[in-house]
Nanobody, 120 residues
Framework: QVQLVESGGGLVQFGGSLRLSCVAS????????MTWYRQAPGKPRELVAR???????NYADSVKGRFTISRDNPKNTAYLQMNSLKPQDTAVYYC??????????????WGQGAQVTVSS
């Protein structure tokens, strides 16, 4: 059994910062990519940032220069540092990862989501 648990969400003012964490736990042999998505009310879920096992990363245009994704492989953890936050960043942020467990192939997992609210 594998779980992804996000933490670090909350309420912040325009221009503020937050750091999200995503910890993968359970029967884990390897983690490939770890990705942050977000979903605002009434909008489809969108990719925010993705980081590969080797540390290479890509970002949505809307967050480039403001958000930074990183990971700690020994800790099976990914982070999303969010700076210069705007009200339009308000959403539920989800962690996603492709994980291989002992005796299984790669499986895609989602976390439960963390609410981020930016006030104007």
């Amino acid at each position: 059994q594998v779980q992804l648990v996000e933490s670090g969400g909350g309420l912040v003012q325009f221009g503020g910062s937050l750091r999200l964490s995503c910890v993968a736990s359970g029967n884990i042999v390897a983690i490939n990519d770890m990705t942050w998505y977000r979903q605002a009310p009434g909008k489809p879920r969108e990719l925010v940032a993705r980081i590969m096992h080797d540390g290479s990363a890509n970002y949505a245009d809307s967050v480039k220069g403001r958000f930074t994704i990183s990971r700690d492989n020994p800790k099976n953890t990914a982070y999303l540092q969010m700076n210069s936050l705007k009200p339009q960043d308000t959403a539920v942020y989800y962690c996603n990862a492709n994980i291989r467990s002992q005796g299984s192939l790669w499986v895609n997992y989602w976390g439960q989501g963390a609410q981020v609210t930016v006030s104007s």
